[in-house]
Every structure is written in structure tokens, then in C-alpha cells.
């Protein structure tokens, strides 16, 4: 079985300051990890994924995410937070065969001017 | 915009009655993966197909089923309603389906209301 958790319903930063975004897994096997971020009333975007190699993974839009095996996460980094970033933010495991994807319970960024 | 299109983007109907959405793929895309997003359950998934055959389950009721046509579309059929169904529902397509590596790529999403 496979289980992501985000332990911040909502994450809050000032426009210019570091975004860090947390997330955890747990799963049986490699991992395949990604991040998706979802604006009001729109789909989820896809931002980056760990699939093998480097742990820093840089995605869209400046994001990037380390991924660290001994404490299982996968969190979610961006230097320097612009208004536009605030969304709801989701990690995501893949280990199951099938593609299937189990989710976090989502992030809310909220960037302040 | 990621290519998969989902249609209606809106759907307002009454309890026990039976919809369907439709989603159509990314050019290439042979998987297709339908999602359930609500404010008590988060983003559940439901069920996958890879070229017309189901390959996946999860938290899918029995009153709802899917299916995946030849042209690669998909559908999904929710029936007897309940206030409970009401929720964002997405399709995803990818490349190819044995591979948890491969980015899944979301439509705009189609949102129900049962009233």
C-alpha cells in the first residue's frame, strides 16, 4: 500500500520570501513522486516529478523539490514566492503497477503581497 | 492547457438520476484515469483504463461504471445520484499505463451538483 500525507493545510508567505511545501510518503518499493498544483475552478497542473537520479528536481514556474529516502518526503521549494503562486498544492506517489496515483490532501499556499 | 478535454464543465441534476461525463484523451495517450475530487474525501481515484480495457480500480461505487472507446475517449456513467456525489471530477491521460513514472496530465475538470 502506498500513503502520502501533507501535514499543512495551509502554508503562508510573504511575496519574495522562500515557499517550502511538505510532504511524506510511504510506500513499498521505489517511489515515483510528483507535484500538481490546482488554480481556482482549473484542472491540476503538472509541476515536476522524482523518478531516479538527483535528489533536487526542478520543475515549472521556479519550483523545485528535494527528495530525501531516509526521512521519505518530498518537499516542495520555491527561493522567492511571487502573489501568482498561491494555489492548492498536491503531492503525489506512484508505486502500484497501473499508473495509479495516490494523493495528499492538498496545501494551500496563500502569497501575500 | 494540458489537452484533455472534458465535457460538460458544469452539470446541475437531481438525486436518482444518471449522467454521464466525457473526457477526451491527449493525441497519444493511450490511458485514461478518472478522479473524484470533493471537500471530505480530497482527490480519490476511481478507475483507469489503458486501450478500452480497464486496468485499474479504486474507491469507485458500484453505481458508477466507465468504459473507454475505440477512438481512445472515455466515459464515465454515474447513476441513482445522491447529495453525496457532488464533487469535481477529473480525467487524466498518460502515454503508457504500466508505468507509475509516466506524468499524468489533467482535463479542466467537469463539476457536479445533485441537489
Known amino acids: 500500500a502506498q500513503s502520502v500525507a501533507q501535514p499543512e493545510d495551509q502554508v503562508n508567505v510573504a511575496e519574495g520570501n522562500p515557499l517550502t511545501v511538505k510532504c511524506t510518503y510511504s510506500?513499498?518499493?521505489?517511489?515515483?513522486l510528483f507535484w500538481y498544483v490546482q488554480y481556482p475552478n482549473r484542472g491540476l497542473q503538472f509541476l515536476l516529478k522524482?523518478?531516479?537520479?538527483?535528489?533536487l528536481v526542478k520543475g515549472s514556474y521556479g519550483f523545485e523539490a528535494e527528495f530525501n529516502k531516509s526521512q521519505t518526503s518530498f518537499h516542495l521549494k520555491k527561493p522567492s514566492a511571487l502573489v501568482s503562486d498561491s494555489a492548492l498544492y498536491f503531492c503525489a506517489v506512484g508505486a502500484d503497477s497501473w499508473g495509479k496515483l495516490q494523493f495528499g490532501a492538498g496545501t494551500q499556499v496563500v502569497v501575500t503581497p | 492547457d494540458s489537452g484533455v478535454t472534458q465535457t460538460p464543465k458544469h452539470l446541475i441534476t437531481a438525486t436518482g438520476q444518471r449522467v454521464t461525463l466525457r473526457c477526451s484523451p491527449r493525441?497519444?495517450?493511450?490511458?485514461v484515469y478518472w478522479y473524484q475530487q470533493s471537500l471530505d474525501q480530497g482527490l480519490q481515484f476511481l478507475i483507469q483504463?489503458?486501450?478500452?480495457?480497464?486496468?485499474a480500480k479504486g474507491n469507485i461505487l458500484e453505481r458508477f461504471s466507465a468504459q473507454q472507446f475505440p477512438d481512445l475517449h472515455s466515459e464515465l456513467n454515474l447513476s441513482s445520484l445522491e447529495l453525496g456525489d457532488s464533487a469535481l471530477y477529473f480525467c487524466?491521460?498518460?502515454?503508457?499505463?504500466?508505468?507509475?513514472?509516466?506524468?499524468?496530465?489533467f482535463g479542466p475538470g467537469t463539476r457536479l451538483l445533485v441537489l
Open positions: 493525441s497519444g495517450d493511450l490511458s
Open positions: 522524482y523518478i531516479t537520479g538527483d535528489n
Open positions: 483504463y489503458y486501450n478500452g480495457e480497464e486496468r
Open positions: 510506500v513499498s518499493g521505489n517511489p515515483y
Open positions: 487524466a491521460s498518460s502515454v503508457v499505463p504500466r508505468d507509475t513514472q509516466e506524468t499524468q496530465y
